[in-house]
C-alpha cells in the first residue's frame, strides 16, 4: 500500500503532542503538510490556512483536523468536496446536526470521513465489551475528573460557546461507555455546574438509563489537582468489572486482566489507514448526542469564576 499523504490543519497542543507522534509511529501514512496560521516547522510545507494549502501546497490524499470543533464543518467540507479523506478530532463537530451532512458530502465525494474517539483505542476497551456482551448488568459508574489547567493551560475557546468544557474529557468517558455497553443508553437527569465567567461548565453530574432500567451515572469534575481519575465501573451479577487508569487497566473482582500502555493515537491511523483502504467511512455521534442531550436535559448551577 502507498502511504497516505497527510496534511494536519490545527496543529495546536494535541497535534504537536499526539497526532505528530502516531503519525511517525505508522509506516503507511506521511505528514506532508501542515495548515496553521503560528507554525512553521522545517522539511514540511506550512501554510497559514487549510484553503492555501489545499490550492498551493504538495500533493496530499488526507487532512486531519485538530481545530477547535467551532470551526470544523466549513474545513471538513472544503477538504471532502477537494477529493480529500477528513479524520475528525473529538469532537467530530460543534452541533450534531453537522454530522450527517458532512457524511453525505463524504459519500458524494466517494471519501473516507472518520469521526475519531481516541479513548475507544485503549487496550482494555475491547476485552471489556467482549466481556460485558452477555453479562447481566445491574449498575454503571463514570468517574472522570482531572485538572484542567494540566491539560488545556491558556485556552480561551474552551469556556466558549461549542468549547465543551468538562465535556471536552467527559466525551472521552462517554465514548468508552457507548462502546462498551450492549445497549444503547439515554440521560434521565443531570446538574452541570458553570463558573459564573464561563459559558461552558467545569462539572457534570449525570444520570443515565438503558432500555432495561440499568442505572447508569457519570461524574465529571475539571477541578480536580493532582493526579487524574479516569474510571468506569459495571456491576453485573458475576461480579465488579472495572476500567481504570482511561482504560489501560481492566480489573474482574479483584483480579487484573489488562494492564498495559499503549498509545491510543497509533491505533486512531492505523484505523484510519484501514478505512482508506477498504473505501468505508467510521463515523459514530453517539457520543456527541449524550453530550448535547445533557445541555438539553441538565440543570445549570453557577459556582466560583474559573481564572487560568
Request: contains cysteine; glycine residues 8%.
Amino acid at each position: 500500500m502507498t502511504a497516505v499523504r497527510l496534511a494536519i490543519a490545527g496543529f495546536g497542543k494535541i497535534a504537536n503532542s499526539h497526532h505528530l507522534a502516531a503519525i511517525g509511529a505508522t509506516p503507511d501514512v506521511e505528514l506532508v503538510g501542515i495548515a496553521d496560521p503560528n507554525v512553521s516547522r522545517d522539511g514540511i510545507a506550512c501554510f497559514k490556512t487549510l484553503e492555501q494549502l489545499l490550492n498551493d501546497g504538495p500533493e496530499i490524499d488526507a487532512v486531519a483536523l485538530c481545530t477547535p470543533p467551532q470551526t470544523r464543518f466549513a474545513l471538513a467540507a472544503a477538504a471532502l468536496k477537494a477529493g480529500k479523506h477528513v479524520l475528525l478530532e473529538k469532537p467530530p463537530a460543534a452541533t450534531v446536526s453537522e454530522l450527517l451532512p458532512l457524511l453525505s458530502i463524504a459519500t458524494q465525494a466517494r471519501r473516507t470521513l472518520f469521526a475519531t474517539w481516541h479513548s475507544r483505542f485503549a487496550p482494555a476497551v475491547e476485552p471489556a465489551r467482549k466481556i460485558l456482551a452477555d453479562a447481566r448488568i445491574k449498575s454503571v459508574d463514570i468517574v472522570w475528573k482531572e485538572d484542567v489547567r494540566v491539560w488545556h493551560p491558556h485556552q480561551a475557546w474552551i469556556w466558549e460557546p461549542g468549547g465543551l468544557g468538562v465535556f471536552d474529557p467527559g466525551i472521552n468517558a462517554l465514548s468508552v461507555v457507548t462502546r462498551i455497553l450492549p445497549r444503547p443508553f439515554f440521560l434521565t437527569k443531570g446538574d452541570l455546574s458553570f463558573p459564573e465567567n464561563s459559558q461552558t461548565p467545569i462539572a457534570a453530574k449525570l444520570e443515565f438509563t438503558d432500555s432495561a432500567g440499568i442505572p447508569i451515572r457519570a461524574d465529571f469534575d475539571w477541578r480536580q489537582t493532582g493526579p487524574h481519575t479516569r474510571e468506569v465501573h459495571v456491576e453485573t451479577d458475576s461480579g465488579r468489572l472495572s476500567l481504570a487508569d482511561s482504560g489501560g487497566r481492566l480489573v474482574q473482582d479483584g483480579r487484573t486482566l489488562v494492564d498495559e500502555k499503549r498509545f491510543e493515537y497509533s491505533g486512531i491511523y492505523r484505523r484510519f489507514g484501514e478505512l482508506i483502504a477498504t473505501g468505508a467511512s467510521d463515523f459514530d455521534l453517539s457520543p456527541l448526542a449524550h453530550v448535547a442531550d445533557a445541555y438539553m436535559l441538565g440543570r445549570r448551577l453557577v459556582v466560583e469564576p474559573f481564572h487560568d
